[in-house]
């Protein structure tokens, strides 16, 4: 009886530990295109100047200098096309406190 318990535990653990890896070998494929193709696309360059223009290039946490843009929420499974309502103006220094807490 032992034994047996022993190899459904053995079995529900093999099969945890082979959907998190395959969770996060999708999630670092959706990481890398965000990163290396979408982000460098005109697109996303297109978007990102409506986005800082609509703010007035200011942080709208600070007031600074709006440099960069944030996603407040991500288009998972739909990668560039997140509304622009999900995004806001930051600066530098806002933008890397709000990574740093999240």
């Known amino acids: 009886m032992g034994y047996a318990l022993f190899l459904v535990f053995i079995f529900f653990i093999g099969k945890w530990q082979l959907g998190r890896w395959i969770f996060d070998k999708k999630r670092k494929k959706r990481r890398d295109y965000y990163r290396n193709v979408y982000l460098k696309s005109d697109a996303w360059k297109r978007k990102r100047?409506?986005?800082?223009?609509?703010?007035?290039?200011?942080?709208?946490?600070?007031g600074a200098k709006a440099t960069?843009?944030?996603?407040?929420r991500y288009a998972?499974?739909?990668?560039g096309k997140e509304p622009i309502k999900w995004l806001v103006s930051v600066c530098k220094p806002c933008h890397d406190g709000l990574h740093d807490y999240m």
């Open 49 to 62: 100047y409506v986005l800082l223009k609509r703010d007035q290039w200011k942080c709208v946490y600070c």
């Open 68 to 72: 960069q843009v944030h996603h407040k």
């Open 76 to 79: 998972r499974k739909n990668i």
